[in-house]
């Protein structure tokens, strides 16, 4: 099973930056994509950053040239370093996993952007 446990999230104002960590204590076998989905407040789930097995990552427009995301497989973490943050990324933002063409999620972590 995957057990993904994120930090992180918090209260920032515009223009400043968060770093999310997510680290999956479960199992770890066959782990395909890794990312990070946001829900902002009224809104449906959406995809912010994918990172796939081999690294290669797939951003959302609303995210390309502010967030990075990263993957350790050694220590079965992503992160996703969040720049220049609007109060639009204002949201719950989720860890994602998939594996064996299941996906698993994150509890959530609230990031909050005051203009």
């Known amino acids: 099973q995957v057990h993904l446990v994120e930090s992180g999230g918090g209260l920032v104002q515009a223009g400043g930056s968060l770093r999310l960590s997510c680290t999956n204590y479960g199992s770890s076998f066959s782990i395909d994509d890794m990312g990070w989905y946001r829900q902002a407040p009224g809104k449906q789930r959406e995809a912010a950053a994918i990172i796939t097995s081999g690294g290669i990552t797939n951003y959302a427009d609303f995210v390309k040239g502010r967030f990075t995301i990263y993957r350790d497989n050694a220590k079965n973490t992503v992160d996703l370093q969040m720049n220049n943050l609007e109060p639009e990324d204002t949201g719950v933002y989720y860890c994602?996993?998939?594996?064996?063409?299941?996906?698993?999620w994150g509890q959530g972590t609230q990031v909050t952007v005051s203009s």
């Open positions: 994602y996993v998939k594996m064996y063409d299941l996906g698993y």
